[in-house]
């Protein structure tokens, strides 16, 4: 993947059409089918393997007709890029001379990348030649295949390129293929992504005129992160970092109009475009990696958000996402909103250079606008409470802790530009969290549980999931101090015995619904998936409250899961108990690469170390997890106020800043 491009096929690197196999451009599939034959027949593939995000081998060998002996004298190589080029070598051991007949077949449909994800491609489209390839034609543009060298036969009615290569004894010969969509000057083009994913149900209306997101860019943005390395003891974890950091390259994408401007896509298949609120969080979880994806994904929402008077003044656009059986949808427009000031907030701690922050300010000013107007709303029922989707509701617990943390580290920003209002919010939040701790908890035999909701009359839903975890996320204020949670200290650590209990904590992760609720489902989106974003949330947040045991089981589980799918994280996975022999079950409607996985991968092994800056007062507070529990590690090319910061913790959890900007101090 290298969005706007990508690639789809099964481990023998034969596109047949099935599924979703393919080559993408700009939301096209420019090719369903890419099937090679040679000397007659199939070859056999031996190996196929990702070598990168965007990039893949296969590897296989040809038997040819009188060939004697186990041992085959052809072999195969297939090299595969997400923009569309595809070297195929043919390597001989034979001490003779072979000629090799070679025919590819070649085939599209033209199919929206979202129709293809949904299971209602177009039918296949006649080819012509064009070239030394071929070409088809459909409503709005045209894919075009070449090839170098130039096929000798080419028959467009099958579409099939035929070569007769030589090769010589110990040699190889190569043939390159090209494929490219170009679109017709007169018609507009697709949107790059899919229009609707099956987590998602249509988005809350925008009012009369609301902005449109924005479109991606075609060319290659460069990495807006640092080349952070991780090596540790457990070395599975190296592996998690390096390939997470791979697949997050592979979904950047840049605004057409502001190419300056990079973000990264939710993930394939479902949300290769902006997805508002998972991009926020992509952005907020690299944090230690540096500040310029923060940066240009805040301008970019910037740009979306609701800017006229009125109800949504304020808001960030976002569709409805299923949020299980026992509730009605939330809407990610609100949850973009409540993290758009507290994403701004940290990312001036951890060097957000102070004109690029007052540049900002103004639209997260508009956000906690929002913020205060939902919840003083006539139609908003009861006071405090930040309705998920506004303005009917109910009030989600999750939303109530972005809504608490975005008015204390809003409070903090204004107070930083001497900006107004900051007294009201922290006042609104001293309310919030009194409220909540006694409306939202519920008592009982086992010592409590939050409520998932309240609805609108005030009753609670008293199911447990790893929604939750965001009670434990309170964000970063200043001098390396976290901001107050929703929850008292003794509820705080009940919850951490929930979140390490069985009913949540597959061994894998956690459950979206634990084991026990009425509605869990192991596959469901919502309702008993492990959601890796969420287990990332969880396990850093224990970590930050001084339960690092619960932290440390929660990390080497999704470690473990990793191994179980290559080290490239899926966004969930089944949440079926965990077993000696067993493995991971992938979902089948699953993002991989999803960006909130690979980043929330990235935050849970950073989270380790416990690296809290304040870059603006020139300190940096390192404080490990004492226990190591994966032993000793070393960050190197983070970034800290904007120069590189390097780590190391060992085996009993002491921390060594090893590398820091001159004008940072070493905090408590």
């Given amino acids: 993947m290298a969005l706007p491009a990508l690639a789809v096929s099964p481990a023998s690197g034969q596109l047949t059409g099935e599924g979703l196999e393919g080559i993408y451009r700009d939301g096209r599939r420019i090719l369903s089918h890419c099937e090679v034959r040679a000397a007659g027949g199939e070859p056999l593939v031996v190996q196929g393997r ?15 007709t009188g060939e004697r002996g186990p041992d085959p004298e052809i072999r195969m190589e297939r090299l595969r890029s997400a923009d569309g080029i595809e070297r195929i070598t043919f390597r001989s051991s034979s001490a003779q001379p072979v000629r ?61 390129l035929r070569w007769e290569l030589d090769l010589p004894p110990g040699g190889q010969r190569t043939i390159e293929l090209r494929a490219v969509l170009q679109h017709d000057p007169d018609q507009p083009s697709i949107a790059p ?49 390096a390939g997470s950091l791979d697949d997050l390259r592979g979904l950047l994408l840049r605004d057409l109009n502001t190419p300056t401007d990079v973000y990264v896509a939710g993930g394939f298949p479902w949300r290769c475009g902006l997805a508002p609120a998972e991009a926020l969080w992509t952005a907020r979880m690299l944090l230690p990696l540096g500040t310029r994806l923060a940066a240009g994904t805040l301008r970019t929402l910037a740009r979306t958000q609701q800017a ?42 951890w060097g957000l250079p102070e004109r690029d922050t007052e540049r900002l300010l103004p639209a997260a000013e508009r956000c906690l606008t929002w913020l205060r107007t939902a919840t003083t709303a006539p139609t908003a029922g009861r006071r405090s409470y930040v309705p998920d989707p506004a303005p009917d509701g109910p009030y989600r617990c999750e939303t109530q802790a972005h809504a608490h943390r975005a008015a204390l580290l809003g409070a903090d920003l204004l107070d930083a530009f001497g900006r107004p209002g900051a007294t009201e919010l922290r006042d609104w939040a001293a309310d919030l969290r009194a409220r909540f701790r006694s409306d939202f908890w519920l008592e009982d035999r086992a010592g409590g549980r939050p409520a998932a909701l ?31 949670g929703l929850l008292d200290r003794a509820q705080t650590g009940q919850l951490a015995r929930l979140l390490g209990g069985p009913a949540l904590d597959s061994g894998w992760g956690l459950r979206g619904l634990g084991a026990k609720e009425n509605g869990y489902n192991p596959f469901g989106h919502r309702s008993g998936a492990v959601r890796v974003h969420e287990t990332a949330i969880a396990a850093a947040g224990l970590a930050a409250a001084g339960h690092e045991k619960e932290a440390g089981a929660l990390t080497r589980g999704i470690l473990d899961a990793a191994a179980g799918f290559g080290h490239r994280l899926p966004e969930m996975y089944a949440g079926e108990q965990r077993t000696a022999d067993g493995v991971p079950v992938p979902h089948p409607a699953a993002c991989r690469p999803a960006a909130v996985a690979a980043a929330g991968a990235v935050q849970m092994l950073i ?62």
């Fill in 607 to 668: 989270a380790q170390a416990g690296i809290r800056p304040d870059a603006p007062a020139g300190t940096v507070a390192v404080r490990p997890l004492t226990g190591a529990p994966l032993g000793a590690m070393q960050f190197t090319n983070l970034s800290v106020a904007g120069e590189p910061f390097a780590v190391r913790i060992s085996r009993l959890g002491m921390g060594v800043v090893e590398a820091a900007a001159d004008r940072l101090q070493l905090g408590s």
């Fill in 193 to 241: 992504y899919p229009a609707r994913s099956r987590q998602l149900v249509p988005s809350i209306p925008s009012p009369r005129t609301g902005p449109a997101l924005p479109r991606p860019r075609g060319d290659r943005p460069s990495c807006p992160w640092s080349p952070a390395q991780l090596e540790c003891e457990d070395q599975r974890a190296d592996a998690l970092f």
């Fill in 308 to 349: 006229m008077p009125g109800r949504d003044f304020g808001r960030i656009p976002g569709a409805l996402r299923d949020a299980g059986p026992h509730s009605p949808a939330s809407c990610t427009g609100v949850e973009a909103t409540l993290l758009f000031p507290a994403v701004l907030a940290e990312a001036r701690r």
């Fill in 50 to 64: 990702l070598t990168g995000a965007d990039r893949a081998r296969f590897v296989g060998t040809i038997r040819r």
């Fill in 100 to 160: 090799l007949p070679v025919e590819i077949r070649l085939g599209t449909d033209l199919a929206e990348l979202g129709a293809v994800a949904a299971g209602v491609p177009g039918p296949e489209l006649r080819p012509a030649v064009h070239g030394s390839g071929l070409r088809w034609s459909g409503a709005g543009a045209h894919a075009v295949v070449t090839a170098v060298p130039s096929p000798q036969d080419a028959l467009a009615s099958a579409g099939l």
């Fill in 454 to 484: 309240l609805l609108r009359d005030g009753r609670p839903l008293p199911h447990l999931g790893s929604t939750a975890a965001h009670l434990l996320d309170t964000g970063l204020l200043g001098g390396g101090s976290l901001a107050p």
